[in-house]
């Protein structure tokens, strides 16, 4: 990246304070600044930008951080706390039906990954929970895109339920759950077309996929290179389908994924898996603290604070 | 869809509600820039710019820093008229390079320009050099049908400068005006894939002398500050001739591109706006400066975060 990390500058400034031998207000100010603009070129939102720093600097000033003889990482630490924190602490969990078939839905903008996410994290539960999926391919809008999931399907030894592209995918979805449950696959993914959150058209068309379904999971697959829109878009998914996680993908590129920080804050909904490439095995689970020290490019930031 | 008022209209609004140019207005001016991904370090120097402006002016209000603003923003956007043009060869085959991340819409940019073209009178061929993806010459392919084109594809998983070498071959022998070459998605940090990019535009560079005509980098707008990164890489790659900025028909902004014209100097050409034949325009800077201000005065969007 082109960016010194946050805590290379958040050192500099304090050895800068240190000079003058006390922490001042007016230094935390300065502190916050540096914050701000980090969590900006991280493509965090700027409304969350703004009241997440406001939380530091409360909390920097509130405390010890004046009287440590360490402010620095004092507040380095502050910062990566509260972001741990807002990323969702604690890893969460996959959520498996108890009656099976486990229905899981992705849904998402054009592009961001939701096709090759249903492929992988198929495989993925397939192997870690011993299940046997089938894929229902309900996008009939996209060039291509029924060959894609059977292509992918084919590579994984998955089967793929489609209908052409002729047919309505709310009816597709209903005849893949009948199959299923004739083929006794207790793990069915809707892979479905990438749409605009503010296309009223195709965001009911998902809200009756999900009357259908009753999925366990609902995905929003996001770019992780997303900007400032991304509170907007998770937002709407959110209000009309009531989201119950969301994938990151492409975190295999060099962005900060600040979008990640975004998301959560503004939906409250844990990011459950990122995407690391295109490969099929590519999928990992999400760690937020990992996330939080990307987001602020402080990856030696826990190092530098044990040293402390 | 957006109604789209002019420009200048927005501004007026801006200028109504704050009169006097002080910190406050500057401050807002800021956020709405930041908020359209135009990223901090461009929004930082623009506004450092206007704020020069308009103390050598002496602009105490902000109706006469109007002007200012439109002439700054359009300045970081276009720095002449036929940029935005698609550069041709005038006596035979021009070949044209389509790069950029995985999803931002290179294969539908194709497809779309593929139908602007002939509709131009020109012969096109296309060229599936996407040999990775699932499904990704069929696509092209639905395209190249859509068009009325033809495709000139291998099998998937085949090498992509051969698919490229093959298509060259048959643009000659047709005498075609235009080939269109489709490539995977790659992420710019992908080293050996940044690499095959290379070797792709060799060959082309080999076989046509003088071209690739155009090499464009395809950008979704909803890309926030990496989109800098791509610019970067890719031109290090390819030699990126212009961008092309999908996805105009959401509700990101696509700020990122004025961030890329003042750092890299590489001119947006085209804009995408949706997933259909015709969804695809020339750039054009003032209704795209508009855009950014188009929302400023929705009542919820500057409620509390
Ligand atoms: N590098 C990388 N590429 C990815 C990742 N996930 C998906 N992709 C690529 O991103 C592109 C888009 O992925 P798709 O799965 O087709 O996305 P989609 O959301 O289904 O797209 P639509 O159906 O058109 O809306 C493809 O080139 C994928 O190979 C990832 O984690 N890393
Ligand atoms: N709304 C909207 N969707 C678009 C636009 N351009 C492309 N898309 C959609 O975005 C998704 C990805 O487009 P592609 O053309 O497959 O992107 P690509 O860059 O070729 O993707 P890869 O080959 O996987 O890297 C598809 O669902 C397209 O229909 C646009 O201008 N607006
Ligand atoms: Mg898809
Ligand atoms: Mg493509």
Redesign the interface.
Known sequence: MAFESLADRLQATMKKIRGKGKVSEADVKQMAREVRLALLEADVNFKVVKSFVKRIQERAVGQDVLKSLTPGQQVIKVVQEELTELMGGEQTRLNLALKPPTVILFVGLQGAGKTTSAAKLANYIRKMHNKKPLMIAADIYRPAAIKQLQTLGSQLSIPVFSLGDQINPVEIVRQGLEQASADHNDLVMIDTAGRLHVDDALMDELEQIKAVSHPDEIFLVVDAMTGQDAVNVANTFNERLDLTGVIMTKLDGDTRGGAALSIRSVTGKPIKFVGMGEKMDALEPFHPDRMASRILGMGDVLSLIEKA | SKTRRSFSDQLNNLVKRYRKVDEDFFEELE?LL????V??TTVMDLVEKLKDESRTRNIKDTEELKEVIAEVLSEFLTRDETETQLNMNPEGLSVFLMVG?????KTTTI?KLAGRLKNQGKSVLLAAADT?????I??L???GDRAGVDVIRHQ?GSDPASVIFDAIKAAKSRKTDVLLCDTAGR????VNLMKELEKIKRVIEREVPGAPQEVLLVL?A????????QAKLFRQASDVTGIVLT?L?????GG?VLGVRHELNIPVKLIGLG?KMNDLQTFDADAFIYGLFSELFSDDNHAE?
């Open positions: 956020d930041i908020e359209s991904d990223g901090v991340v995985n999803g931002a819409g497809g990775f993806r699932a499904g990704a069929d696509q392919q639905v395209w998937e992420l710019q940090n992908k979704d909803t890309t926030g500050q990496n989109a800098l990164n996805k028909d959401g509700t990101a902004k990122i997933e975060a």
